[in-house]
């Protein structure tokens, strides 16, 4: 009842940003490591698929509130960027990337969990109100 298709994103998007903390932490921690090639996560282009969005044949539902299929590969993955290198050592991790993308994952997080707290407190207000 209450795990509606956009409740199952917005916790689809929270695990994915917690996962994205872990990794760029684990970035940011092997900056100085001789050889270490940086991992990122990839969600995004998984999601918009799912939902659709992407060309490409389209899954049908029959009810908006129906969830994704379970044989759909909907979670985060993490991949290791070896395309390039930023020393001579064999290191890519960019202590400025990992910064910025680690501010823009905080804010994508934020935008989740008030989205996630504005839909439970309508909730809420529905349960609050409906004994009246």
Do not use: C, W
């Not at 490591?33 to 996560?41: A, E, I, N």
């Not at 992407?54 to 960027?81: C, I, K, M």
């Amino acid at each position: 009842m209450f795990l509606t298709p956009t409740m199952y994103v917005l916790e689809k998007a929270l695990d994915t940003a917690t996962l994205r903390q872990r990794t760029i932490a684990h970035n940011i921690a092997n900056v100085n490591t001789p050889g270490f090639k940086r991992y990122q996560v990839s969600f995004e282009n998984q999601l918009s698929r799912a939902l659709g969005l992407e060309p490409g044949l389209p899954l049908y539902r029959t009810n908006p509130y129906h969830l994704p299929p379970s044989g759909l590969e909907f979670a985060p993955q993490v991949t290791r960027d070896n395309s390039t290198t930023m020393r001579q050592d064999g290191n890519n991790v960019d202590i400025d990337r990992e910064m910025v993308d680690l501010a823009q994952n905080s804010l994508n997080f934020n935008v989740a969990v008030q989205q996630l707290n504005t839909r439970l407190a309508m909730l809420r207000y529905v349960i609050n109100e409906g004994r009246r």
